[in-house]
């Protein structure tokens, strides 16, 4: 009894953890410029897909990461500079219709460069699997786990204790004050894109081993991630990670206890509860009294 | 002066006229026109996609072997995206401005049964490349199809099940058309064949972890053997989460895995498997008098050598359709539809790719269960069980 309970609660682990580090990406462009970037699941399906066909080139794995990581790095930068840069006056509603476009963009040229196909990656770890307690968790679910705690920590440091950090929250809070303070906001905005861009890549090449990858798992996981972005409260890092988590574990208890068939369904149940009585979820309120 | 000067370059035009009208037959004969409706992109592209490039490179070998009754093949197709509606208005297209002498297409059950009604309308033949059950049952005259029934499958695997005395089983299934057809037909055919489907679960077509599903089925007293009906990735999720798990019991596949992609996906996970599938995936497994050894063998080596890709499952269900057509205008010897469509009905012991066609006015598959070929993983390749 308790071993199946724990066996729901890793595979639950294991799906929440991914939407995590998804959720931190929207996270980062949110605390910069308000905008929710819809072409974060995208940047999951360029860091899993490049590291494949790097993987596949005879390029050695950490290299391979770190290649991946530095193009999705680049493309987040250029997502910046030539699509949301030039409508940087255009409201916030514009600028997250462009994400979209910029993602179905992006789609569309994965399919070009990779073709339809799922792709696989080796787990980083040699033992495909570990026992607990009558369990199984995937070693790669560890890996997802480690690399979300450090990301978060990482994130979390940057934000109270670095400059940049602090003035990217002043963008966010106060554009026109901000540039009147000498920051120069186009830049921090563009660092924000980077930053989520290295995010999301790092989130793909994490999962793909448990997931698989191909040109269209950015759909799915982008908008899990959002949505656990928004159980946990839009801006929160803490939140980003919680939410995840709640709605990984939540959708797998409900396959395990009730029906495969409702387990969306008290996914999206735990949305609408959530912010009906907290509009600005879990740990939402906190952004609110900033501003 | 003027009616001289004329005169020369009438004769000219004459010539010129006469000798065209001599060549017009002889060049270039009316074409045959053949319309596809085909999921290229889209989350059908797998189907689609050797299903398009198998009807081009066939349309071109038969050009250029001198075409059907003396008459080139020409191919119009459309890429519907796996889209239901688009297929509707593609086959609209074909029908109406393209006039076609039948359609084959499309690649899904649900972009077929769009198209039927205009087909029927129109009164031209279509043999469809999907699975499902209700495509030719109830019988529609213009209607026709290649591929095995999902009934087929599961009665397949249902009764090796059986042979193994098995009596309980899980079935997992996905929730996309294919996987809740199948699905239904498993639930349908079970107690024919002393089987009880004691745990039921599915899955979402974009889902990446079933271990929970898998959990609740191996903690099912009575499970003997579990039944992964659905298509695309989420199978070789499946299996991953099988094999991570270390369950032990008899794990069995449908024919939507039917590829060398899944053994790729699945990894050290398919050992194991075992799955209905079409003759195509073991050409030089079969047995020297096997009927369709030299078909499959063929067909293999024509796609590999034009895409230099492997070959799938799905492309021989759009070699069959074509050849189908190529065989009843042949007989035939007209396109005239109400011909093609009788001449279709009549087609027996026609050897395909997919298995060995028997039509009939009441079958418009035309295939038995035994066109099925039961396939084991072992160490990474396919073996023929049965």
Not at chain 1, 173 to 194: E, K, W, Y
Not at chain 1, 200 to 212: N, Q
Not at chain 2, 271 to 289: F, K, T
Not at chain 2, 341 to 364: C, K, P, W, Y
Request: glycine share 10%; hydrophobic share 50%; aromatic share 8%.
């Amino acid at each position: 009894m308790f071993a199946e309970f724990l066996q729901y609660l890793f595979s639950g682990v294991t799906i929440g953890a991914t939407y995590a580090l998804v959720a931190l990406g929207f996270t980062l462009v949110y605390n910069a410029s308000h905008v929710i970037n819809f072409a974060q699941g995208e940047f999951l399906m360029i860091g899993g897909m490049s590291t494949v066909s790097l993987l596949a080139m005879g390029v050695p794995l950490p290299l391979a990461i770190a290649m991946a990581v530095a193009l999705a790095a680049v493309l987040g930068m250029a997502l910046h500079k030539l699509a949301i840069a030039p409508a940087r006056k255009a409201d916030v509603i514009t600028l997250i219709i462009i994400t979209i476009g910029a993602s179905i963009f992006l789609r569309g040229l994965a399919q070009i460069i990779w073709g339809k196909e799922f792709h696989t990656m080796p787990g980083f770890s040699a033992a495909e699997s570990v026992n607990v307690l009558g369990a199984v968790m995937y070693t790669q679910s560890l890996w997802v786990l480690a690399v979300a705690g450090v990301m978060v920590l990482l994130l979390a440091l940057f934000f109270t204790r670095t400059l940049m950090g602090k003035a990217i929250l002043a963008t966010s809070m106060n554009p026109g004050a901000a540039r009147l303070m000498g920051i120069r906001t186009q830049f921090v905005l563009m660092l924000a894109f980077m930053l989520a861009a290295v995010l999301g890549a790092m989130a793909g090449i994490m999962v793909a081993p448990i997931t698989l990858t191909a040109y269209d798992i950015g759909i799915m996981l982008g908008l899990k991630g959002f949505v656990a972005a928004a159980i946990g409260g839009m801006g929160s890092g803490v939140g980003a990670v919680v939410g995840g988590l709640l709605l990984g574990i939540a959708e797998a208890m409900t396959a395990g206890y009730i029906s495969s068939d409702y387990k969306d369904a008290v996914a999206f149940l735990l949305i609408l509860v959530i912010l009906f009585f907290m509009p600005r979820g879990l740990f939402g309120a906190r952004v609110a009294e900033r501003v | 002066m003027v009616t001289k000067n004329r005169c020369p370059y009438r004769a000219v035009l004459l010539i010129v006229l006469l000798v065209c009208g001599m060549m017009t037959p002889a060049m270039a004969a009316e074409p045959i026109r053949i319309g596809a409706l085909v999921s290229a992109t889209g989350p059908a592209s797998f189907l689609g996609d050797p299903e398009l490039k198998t009807l081009e490179l066939y349309v071109e070998r038969i050009n250029a072997a001198g075409g059907v009754i003396g008459r080139p093949l020409r191919l119009f197709h459309y890429d519907d995206g796996g889209n239901a509606n688009e297929a509707r208005n593609f086959a609209n297209r074909l029908l109406r401005s393209d006039r076609v002498d039948l359609i084959i297409g499309g690649s899904t059950t649900g972009t077929t049964m769009a198209a039927v009604p205009l087909v029927e309308r129109a009164g031209r033949p279509i043999i469809s490349m999907a699975g499902a059950l209700v495509i030719t049952e109830p019988v529609r005259p213009w209607v026709f199809k290649t591929p095995q029934s999902d009934r087929m499958a599961a009665e397949r695997v249902l009764a090796d099940m059986q042979g193994r005395g098995i009596t309980g089983i899980g079935l997992i299934s996905g929730t996309d058309g294919f996987g809740r057809s199948g699905r239904e037909q498993t639930l349908a055919v079970a107690a024919d064949f002393g089987i009880q489907v004691l745990a039921d679960q599915t899955y979402g077509p974009q889902d990446t972890d079933m271990t929970a599903q898998l959990t609740r089925i191996r903690n099912t007293p009575g499970v003997q053997a579990v039944f992964n009906f659905g298509f695309g990735q989420g199978p070789a999720i499946v299996t991953r989460n099988y094999a991570h798990l270390g369950i032990e019991l008899p794990f069995y596949q449908s024919h939507g895995v039917a590829s060398d992609r899944f053994l790729d996906l699945a990894g050290s996970a398919a050992e194991g498997v075992r799955l209905p599938a079409s003759a195509l995936l073991v050409p030089d497994a079969l047995p020297d008098d096997d009927p369709q050894k030299q078909v499959v063998q063929d067909y293999k080596a024509a796609y590999e050598a034009r895409w230099n890709m492997s070959v799938s499952t799905f492309g021989g269900y759009a070699y069959d359709a074509l050849m189908l057509a190529v065989a009843a205008i042949e007989a035939a010897g007209t396109t005239d539809p109400d011909a093609v469509r009788s001449a279709l009905e009549q087609i027996r012991d026609h050897v395909g790719v997919t298995g060995t066609f028997n039509m009939s006015a009441d079958d418009h598959n035309g295939l038995a269960p035994e066109s099925f070929r039961l396939l084991e993983v072992r160490d990474g390749q396919w073996v023929l069980v049965d």
